[in-house]
Nanobody
């Protein structure tokens, strides 16, 4: 019932930019906060950014603060992650999800396939 389709990843040089998209369905999109997560090889899943139901508030983890911007378009059931000034440390598979708690960025127990972001040095 829940479907999460991430796209927009790719290979980019350090300092470059990418814009990720996430098409979400299976829930009333405009009623949920949304979040972006990432997972690098050998590491646990990491919280990246979150946005409330209306898009009026956003939160970022320290490593991406000032470089990434999360946004959403409720008419399109889509959440975005604009990534600027990319660093090799940003290399990971990026996932989106509905959030049941924006305070803790608690996601639903369902994940899409994610989209690979690779930043070369």
């Amino acid at each position: 019932q829940v479907q999460l389709i991430e796209s927009g990843g790719g290979l980019v040089q350090a300092g470059g930019s990418l814009r990720l998209s996430c098409a979400a369905s299976g829930r009333t999109f405009s009623s949920y906060a949304m979040g972006w997560f990432r997972r690098a090889p050998g590491r646990e899943r990491e919280r990246v950014a979150a946005i409330n139901w209306s898009g009026s508030s956003a939160y970022y983890s320290d490593p991406v603060k000032g470089r990434f911007t999360i946004s959403r378009d409720n008419a399109k059931n889509t959440v975005y992650l604009q990534m600027n000034s990319l660093k090799p440390e940003d290399t990971a598979v990026y996932y989106c999800n509905f959030l049941t708690s924006i305070q803790t960025m608690r996601p639903l127990d369902y994940w899409g396939q994610g989209t690979q972001v690779t930043v070369s040095s």
